[in-house]
């Protein structure tokens, strides 16, 4: 029978459910939206005027749904009672011990969010996997319900993988190029995965709305990613041979995209790719194709990430190499400590990467980023605790803006492409630098020749020096 959903509620409120969750309450002024997590300061960050993740857009829609049809709230359990429909948003890190560490994913959040389901429920839910999880997961979790529900109850599980990327992921969410709803071909699998869809129909034409298995929907989120992922590792790969050759990778790689079989873009190369999902899911995918007995599939993914790791030291050690060899007791500025423009999420970014190499050679750093705080700045460079901070910290300084960052710098490292760097005052920088000032364009985004022109060395990406 068709069930009609009036109740949802979203378990973990981060960069996924928490702005995926607060579309469908503005899209949906019929369904009441609770979005819960067991972080209180998160949650209060959420009811506040000062969210707790920036995205462009997420204002506008929190604020128009908050306290009508949204809520946020560390009442767990009462938003699942009332439920008709649960999304599973939470974290799902790769494991840092046992057996898979460095590689299978952690889902120890996920199946104790799945266990407090199934002992709170007193009715039958449809629980929806959104956290990109590996294959077969939603088969774990249906196992875990069953084993552990009330009489009567019954769970129909959905894979949803959410495909927001962050930084665009209000426009993401109001008009997605698919979603992708996974479900068992059973009955009571299709009326659960009809229910949902009929979720997502208020705003998403029912063309977009795919509906496939179970497991070609976990798969579809991992492959999505990786082959992403392989874009960049692919054109950061050409951008070495354009280096040492003379050719441009810009310039290759629009003449590449021109191609309508490969579409032009996802193909910037870059100081290497960031984020918490593209290396997370392919070092899952080498993990399922290892355990699938399928070693030359887990090197050609595996060789995806190892390039990637090339490409953020082979840029660290140019401008060790561009500065003389050694960057010992120098000033270099990093701009940009976020993994993308428009968020403040550092997860994976290749700034703490970058700025790692440059600490090693014991140069004195300072940093201006837009949105990420001082506090995450230094979790990232402790590994949130795990490294002393102390021996950094005489070789750190964390500024205000672009301009502080550059002040006498030696060396000004562009890691993140933040739109604000296009414009800064770069007469007034160089003013202030030392000679020789070099400028190190991780991001092919500056203006090469007008920096030039007002006289700095500019190193960037993917370019031969003889240009
Ligand atoms: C990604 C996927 O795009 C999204 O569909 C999925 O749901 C989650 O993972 P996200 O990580 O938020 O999204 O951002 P994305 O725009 O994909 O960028 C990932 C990294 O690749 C960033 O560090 C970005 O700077 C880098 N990148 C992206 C490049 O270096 N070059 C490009 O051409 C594109
Ligand atoms: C290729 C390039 O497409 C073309 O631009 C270039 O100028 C010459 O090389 P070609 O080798 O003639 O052209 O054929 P193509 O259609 O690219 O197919 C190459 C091989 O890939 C074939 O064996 C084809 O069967 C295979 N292929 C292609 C697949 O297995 N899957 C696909 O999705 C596409
Ligand atoms: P993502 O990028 O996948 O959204 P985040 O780390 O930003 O990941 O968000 C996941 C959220 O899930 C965190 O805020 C975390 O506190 C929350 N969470 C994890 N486990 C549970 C649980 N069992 N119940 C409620 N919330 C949880």
Known sequence: ??????????????????????????????????????????????????????EPGLDDVVKAARGKNLFFSTDVDKAI????????????????T?????????????????????????SSKIVVEKSTVPCRTAESMRTILEANSKPGCTFDILSNPEFLAEGTAIADLFAPDRVLIGSLQTQSGLDACEALMSVYSNWVPRERILTVGLWSSELSKLAANAMLAQRISSVNALSAICEATGANI???AYAVGKDSRMGSKFLKASVGFGGSC???????????????HLPEVARYWRAVVEMNEHQKSRFARKVVD?????????????????????????RESPAITIANHFLSEKAR????????????????????????AEPIKPHMTICESALEACHNAEAIVICTEWDEFKTLDWAKIYANCPRPAFVFDGRLMLDRKALQKIGFSVVTIGTGDRV
């Open 250 to 252: 810009d310039e290759v």
């Open 1 to 54: 029978a068709p069930i009609t959903v009036k109740k949802i509620c979203c378990i973990g409120a981060g960069y996924v459910g928490g702005p995926t969750c607060a579309v469908i309450a503005l899209k949906c002024p019929n369904i009441q939206v609770t979005i819960v997590d067991l972080n209180q300061a998160r949650i209060d960050a959420w009811n506040s005027d000062n969210l707790p993740i920036y």
């Open 81 to 96: 009672a009332e439920a008709d429909l649960i999304f599973v948003s939470v974290n799902t890190p790769t494991k840092k």
């Open 322 to 346: 561009t500065l003389f060899n050694t960057i010992t007791g120098k000033k270099i500025a990093i701009l940009g400590w976020a993994f993308k423009k428009d968020t403040g999420d550092t």
């Open 98 to 122: 046992g057996i898979g560490a460095g590689f299978a994913a952690d889902l120890n959040y996920l199946q104790l969010a799945t266990r407090r389901i199934a002992e709170v429920s007193n």
């Open 278 to 292: 593209f290396q997370k899911d392919i070092l899952n995918l080498v993990y399922l194709s290892e355990s699938l």
């Open 365 to 388: 750093i300072t940093v201006y980023d837009p949105q990420v705080t001082e506090s995450q700045i230094w979790l990232d460079l402790t590994d949130y605790g795990a490294i002393p």
